[in-house]
């Protein structure tokens, strides 16, 4: 007799315009598991999730809830089918507080006839009970904006099980939470486990797959590939399997020679007094200086103000040996400065236009005749040749960016900058959030940049990619410069040791009297 599962996906197919996003594809999820599913960026995952949650009606196929076929409209019905689905980007209402987040559209009523209102009493104590249930901390009563991302996570997972949900899909729950936050999350997913609640766990970070999952279904360009126990994997089988070539070293062979100095900086600190303080150092031409620190570390905000974008109080910049003023992203452009932000939904792409639209806009100057009229025939032959020089897979330059995966949008985004032929790149976590055959890709371009006598800081929170692709590697901790290393010597050990220091201990890259070298 064939084993009852609470999902069970038979012969999914839903197809796009141009585009066939899955291809007969299957997924069994048996009760009280935790099912990874993974796959390149545009393998199909998220397509076949919204199939499952009601956003998309597949083309083909048949789905069973506890061995019953059931056909799911729209995302209220697989709530009411028990499914919950938790996505990558939360979006809380932020000035409402805790328990209004949980119970937002059901909330308890007190009254007699047409005449009720919202009994908060019971609101709270609801969500009291829930959360003692689920060993979560959090003031029901506190205002939800308030909430690091961490909490924010464990709301939405306590909303989840509020609506009695026995399958809920997690999204790359950690892209954005610290180690101890993972730890966290971990427990309450083993508790929800017992319980016998399914989790459909989506990521790309394989260590986290192979700890948290019992079983692995792997998907690749629409297709299933195999669903396998996850004590049966390694690391290596995944990314053989994810990707159907063997990737024999996680990052490429890098031929660039750093050169003189191209950037230097000297004591910049911010205008925010708690943000960074005090940071010199230097970059030189042709290199990757990679900079590293936890959460909290003021990485993203360093780098913001190099391009303009967050101003300073005191500090000196020069390129080239020559003084320069970035106080707008104007002036760094002028300087030939680019900046790859962290958040590429909500900073990097606009996604309703195309990938022609979305390469050309930092740089329309270029396409601009002596009237102001854009030249639209020459922007789409410089994205038609960014599309083939990178590999991006898109069926054209018309298609909208919203459409492509992760690594894919990445890639029009690295083509933008290109454009307007900077000497500076700053990239802020480049790969989150994409599989690992894309981040090969993507290493691949950023190394040849390199090569070219582009010079790089790159931000990476992985710590096998900023030891993998840093020259050196600049370590941050609460706005203060704790090190600079050399990538090819430094451990994660040493990293850490400086990523956890309290006060600055370098200027301008050399020892001090508080420094600590590794």
Known sequence: MEQQYVLDMRGISKGFPGVQALSNVTLKVKPGT????????????????KCLFG???????????NGRKTTIHNSNEALKSGISMIHQELHPVPHRNVMENIWLGRFPEIGFGPIKFIHEKKMYEDTLHLFKDLEVDIDPRVRTGTLSVSKIQTLEIAKAVSFHSKLIVMDEPTSSLTGNEVEQLFNIINSLRKRGVSIIYISHKMEEILRISDEVTIMRDGHYIGTWPSSELTTDLIITRMVGRDLKERFPERTNVPGGTMMKVEGLSSSNPKSFQNISFELRKGEILGLGGLVGAQRTELIEALFGLRSVVSGKISINGKPVNLKTPSEAKKNKIALLTEERRVTG?????????NTIIANLSRYQNRFGLLNERK???????????FGTKTPSVHQQIRYLSGGNQQKVLLARWLLTEPDILLLDEPTRGIDVGAKFEIYTIITELAKQGKSIIMISSEMPELLGMSDRIMVMSEGKLTGIVEGKSVTEQEIMRLAAQQRSVVSGGKRNEHAITV
């Open 55 to 65: 956003i998309y009606r597949p083309d083909e196929g048949e789905i069973f809830i």
């Open 379 to 389: 922007g789409r032959v410089d994205a038609a040749d960014n599309v083939e020089k």
């Open 349 to 357: 792409i606009f996604p309703v236009l195309s990938v022609y639209e």
């Open 34 to 49: 935790v099912h990874a599913l993974m796959g390149e960026n545009g393998a199909g995952k998220s397509t076949l999730m």
